[in-house]
């Protein structure tokens, strides 16, 4: 059974999942996962600049631009937090931890 062979470890970075035994079966994220951490950090990067992008044309005085800026930010928001909470129920972390390491990642690749 493979959660018996699969351990977890925070080596210099996001919570992942290892093999105790060395194989190759649930290193990285598991077999299992839906989305890989890098997924989620592209995410949250593109509703990053989305936000951005929205805010830039709020300050300009742009309704209808905004309006559609603002919905673009929204739904690449909502998509991140289901990505993000697929990704922890799959790794069995809590949900928050997964979201501090995503949004840390982005600040540090900025």
């Given at each position: ?70 919905q ?12 993000v ?26």
């Amino acid at each position: 059974m493979a959660s018996q062979r699969c351990g977890w470890s925070r080596r210099a970075g996001p919570l992942l999942r290892t093999s105790r035994r060395g194989d190759e079966s649930c290193t990285a994220y598991g077999p299992y996962v839906a989305h890989t951490f890098e997924e989620l950090v592209e995410k949250q990067r593109a509703a990053d600049q989305a936000h951005a992008t929205a805010q830039a044309l709020r300050t300009k005085g742009d309704p209808p631009a905004y309006e559609t800026a603002w919905q673009v930010w929204r739904d690449l928001a909502k998509d991140v937090q289901g990505a993000v909470t697929v990704h922890a129920k799959e790794l069995g972390t809590v949900r928050a931890g997964v979201e501090l390491e995503v949004k840390k990642a982005v600040r540090l690749t900025e």
